[in-house]
């Protein structure tokens, strides 16, 4: 079982292992509970029975996300988990209609969300179409791939992977695969102005409540 940690108000940590090419990365999932009681869950993993319970003991499960497309590894365990649960990806999500998946867009974000979710696509790769979260409440933003914040590890080939590919220091820093990625810097750097703002976007919805 992974035990869920309370990271802030009505936020959630559980981290899985995950192992890519003999490398431990390990996978976090994050579980936010709406004011409604229900559930947004972010990332798939193979969850355990034990690991359901303790999810479900927070709300009731009413969505499941990928915030990327690059994060397709386990999503048929994820899915076998909540199979009744609404499941959004991002456009071109690999094997979106053979799970029953539903299109991730900011545009088209579920009304219940209003007020207290945000989603914002980082622009300028049209490959990963990775999509932030940002918990407004709690001022709490979730991403995926967009910044690395791996701790230090004692496997000498997870050291050696990530220092070669990634290019990852022992601190939240941007991969060089991410930035390989990058296909308009233009947009892409707008969509970071957007993070940057949310906080103040934050404070005016609390205002309004």
């Not at 810097?185 to 005016?204: C, I, K, N, P, W």
Request: charged letters at 20%; glycine letters at 6%.
């Amino acid at each position: 079982m992974s035990p869920l940690i309370s990271f802030a108000q009505d936020v959630f940590l559980q981290h899985h292992p995950l192992s890519l090419a003999g490398c431990h990365m390990g996978r976090t999932i994050t579980v936010i509970r709406l004011l409604s009681g229900k559930l947004v869950i972010h990332s798939t993993a193979d969850f355990s029975s034990e690991d359901l319970v303790a999810i479900r003991e927070l709300g009731e499960p009413g969505w499941l996300l990928e915030a990327t497309n690059f994060h397709d590894t386990l999503a048929p365990q994820g899915r076998t988990a909540f199979p009744d649960t609404v499941y959004l990806v991002p456009p071109g999500f690999r094997s979106a209609e053979a799970l029953k998946a539903q299109p991730l867009l900011p545009n088209a974000a579920p009304d219940n969300w209003q007020d207290e979710l945000t989603l914002i696509e980082i622009g300028g790769m049209p490959k990963i179409r990775e999509h932030a979260l940002y918990h407004c409440p709690s001022k709490t933003l979730v991403i995926a791939d967009l910044m690395f914040n791996l701790p230090a590890t004692a496997n000498w080939w997870t050291r050696a992977f990530l220092r070669m590919t990634a290019g990852t220091k022992g601190y939240p820093s941007m991969s060089r695969l991410f930035r390989f990625y990058i296909k308009d810097h233009e947009a892409f750097t707008e969509s970071l102005r957007r993070l940057a703002e949310l906080d103040r976007v934050g404070e005016r919805r609390a205002a309004r409540r």
